[in-house]
C-alpha cells in the first residue's frame, strides 16, 4: 500500500485521528477515486463528522487471547470501532471485517454489542468456563465516550462482581470513576486491575495524537482517586513514537509514580496493514517538520521495515529500541514502578459459577 503524498496537502480534520479515507484492504470491490480524470477531494467522502452508534447482536464476546504481553487468557470488547480516534491504534484494521474501513470509520461508525451482559453471564453459568482472567478492552476501549450513555461496560462489572469473576480493565477514559461503586468491592475480594494508558503529557500532542481521550490531567487524577481507594492501578506507556514522545519516558513515570501507580510497561509503536498508510498520512500533515526523522526511527526499530505486517507483539531490536528499554528501566527503578502485578484471586478460592453449584 503506498501513500499519495498529495493527500498530504488536503486540510485536517480536527477532532479526529485518522487525517483521510481509506479503502478497505478486505472488499472485493472497491470505490474508483477518479471522476472524469480528476481526484475527489478527501472532503468529499469525511464531510460528515459526526459519529453513527451501531447497534449489534453478538453472537459470542469472550475472545481467546493468544498475545503474551497481555497476563489473561480472554477478552471481551462490547464496542467496536472507537471514537477516541488514536491514529496509531493497531485496532483499526479489524474494522475492515465488518465492511468498514480503518480510517474515518473506524472511529465515527462504532458498534456495540447491546446483548453482551446476556452474553457475559451466559458464558459465566457455563459448566465449561473455569473462572480465567478476562482483559475487558483488549481491543477497543470500553470507557469510549458513548459508555456514558449505554452503561454497557457497568453492566459487565456488576455480573463480574455478581459472580465473582476476575477482570483487568484497560483504558485511556477517566470515565473509569463512574464505576467506583462496583470496582471497589471487587478490588476487596481481589477481583479487579486497572490499567490506565498513558502515551504522553503534552496536551498539544495528546490532542492530535489520540483526540477524543481523556486528558492527561484527568488520567492522573483517575489513577490518583482509584490508588486513594486501593483500587489497584498500573500504567502503560503506550506506545513509545521514536522521536515524538519517547523524551517523555522520565516526566510520565515520575508524575504516574505520584499519582500512586503501582507498576509501569509500556510497549514500541508497531504499524501494520493499513494503520502504517494512515500513521504517515498523520504526522506528515501534523508534525511536517519531524515526520521524515520519526518515520526513520521507526523503521530502524523494525529491522528496516515500516510496516511489520503482523499483529503480534515482537521483540524489538536495534540501537533506538535498547535505548528506549534503558531508559524506562532507569525510570521504574527511579520512581519505584517496578513491582509486578499482583495475582489475583484463583477460581478455587472465589470464582462462584452458579447460584444451584453453591449448594454443593
Known amino acids: ?11 485536517t480534520f480536527d477532532g479526529r485521528g485518522a487525517q483521510i479515507t481509506v479503502s478497505n484492504s478486505l472488499a472485493v470491490h472497491q470505490r474508483d477515486p477518479y471522476w ?17 452508534w451501531i447497534p449489534t447482536q453478538a453472537k459470542t464476546l469472550l475472545n481467546k487471547v493468544s498475545n503474551p504481553d497481555l ?55 457455563s459448566r465449561t468456563w473455569r473462572g480465567e482472567k478476562i482483559t ?9 465516550p458513548i459508555e456514558q450513555k449505554l452503561k454497557i461496560t457497568r453492566q459487565l462489572l456488576e455480573i463480574c462482581l455478581r459472580y465473582k469473576q476476575r477482570v483487568m480493565i484497560i483504558t485511556k477514559n477517566a470515565l473509569v470513576l463512574r464505576d467506583i461503586d462496583i470496582l471497589g468491592p471487587m478490588a476487596k475480594l481481589g477481583l479487579v486491575e486497572v490499567h490506565i ?52 519516558i522520565f516526566p510520565i513515570c515520575k508524575a504516574v509514580s505520584k ?11 508497531r504499524l501494520s496493514g493499513t494503520t502504517a498508510l494512515l500513521f504517515e498520512n498523520w504526522i506528515c500533515k501534523k508534525f511536517p517538520l519531524k515526520a ?11 529491522q528496516g521495515s515500516r510496516n511489520d505486517g503482523c499483529q503480534l507483539p515482537k521483540k524489538h531490536k536495534g540501537v533506538i529500541a535498547d535505548l528506549i528499554h534503558q531508559q524506562i528501566e532507569a525510570a521504574k527503578r527511579k520512581y519505584g514502578l517496578c513491582k509486578t502485578t499482583p495475582k489475583i484471586i484463583s477460581r478455587k478460592l472465589g470464582f462462584i459459577q452458579s447460584n444451584q453449584l453453591n449448594l454443593f
Request: proline share 4%; hydrophobic share 35%; charged share 20%.
Open 1 to 11: 500500500m503506498v501513500l499519495d503524498k498529495n493527500i498530504v496537502k488536503l486540510n
Open 36 to 52: 472524469d480524470g480528476s481526484y475527489f477531494d478527501e472532503e468529499f467522502f469525511a464531510s460528515d463528522n459526526q459519529t453513527q
Open 71 to 125: 497476563d489473561a487468557p480472554w477478552s471481551m470488547n462490547p464496542y467496536q470501532g472507537c471514537e477516541h480516534g488514536c491514529i496509531y491504534c493497531y485496532a483499526r484494521i479489524t474494522h475492515e471485517y465488518w465492511g468498514y474501513n480503518a480510517g474515518l470509520d473506524f472511529e465515527q461508525k462504532v458498534m456495540y454489542k447491546s446483548n453482551a451482559p446476556e452474553l457475559l453471564e451466559k458464558k459465566l453459568k
Open 136 to 144: 475487558l478492552s483488549g481491543n477497543t476501549d470500553c470507557y469510549q
Open 197 to 248: 494508558s498513558i502515551t504522553t503529557l503534552n496536551e498539544t500532542l495528546r490532542r492530535s495524537l489520540e483526540p477524543r481521550t481523556s486528558s492527561s490531567l484527568k488520567k492522573l487524577r483517575a489513577i490518583q482517586t482509584l490508588a486513594r481507594l486501593n483500587i489497584p492501578v498500573h500504567v502503560l506507556l503506550a506506545p513509545i513514537i521514536p522521536g515524538l514522545n519517547s523524551e517523555e
Open 259 to 269: 499519582a500512586g501507580a503501582v507498576s509501569l510497561q509500556y510497549s514500541l509503536i
Open 292 to 302: 521524515s526523522r520519526v518515520l526513520h526511527q521507526i523503521t530502524e526499530t523494525h
